[in-house]
Nanobody
Framework: QVRLLESGGGSVQAGGSLSLSCVASGTVFSVDSMGWYRQVAGKQRELVTEIPNGGKTNYADSVKGRFTASRDIAKNTVSLQMSSLKPEDTGFYYC????????????????WGQGTQVTVSP
């Protein structure tokens, strides 16, 4: 069984900073990428950042230069440092793992965390 455990988030005024962390707990053999998505009520979930194995970190244009993601492959963790926050960054942030395999030579699947709220007031 695998669970994505998120921490961080909260409320801050515009211009402030928040951080998020996520760990994939349970039996994890490999993960192709880890990252963060966010969703606002009534809208589709959108990519914030994704860090692939051995590849370049991908950021949404709206967060480039303000958000910094990091990943520890050995520990199955991903973090997001958010700075210069704007009210439009408000939303539920979800940790995501792509093609996580619990055992070698098995089919992987994507996992999602339960989400953590980020609220940025003007």
């Amino acid at each position: 069984q695998v669970r994505l455990l998120e921490s961080g988030g909260g409320s801050v005024q515009a211009g402030g900073s928040l951080s998020l962390s996520c760990v994939a707990s349970g039996t994890v053999f490999s993960v192709d990428s880890m990252g963060w998505y966010r969703q606002v009520a009534g809208k589709q979930r959108e990519l914030v950042t994704e860090i692939p194995n051995g590849g370049k970190t991908n950021y949404a244009d709206s967060v480039k230069g303000r958000f910094t993601a990091s990943r520890d492959i050995a520990k199955n963790t991903v973090s997001l440092q958010m700075s210069s926050l704007k009210p439009e960054d408000t939303g539920f942030y979800y940790c995501h793992t792509a093609n996580l395999k619990m055992l070698p030579n098995t089919r992987g699947q994507d996992y999602w965390g339960q989400g953590t709220q980020v609220t940025v007031s003007p």
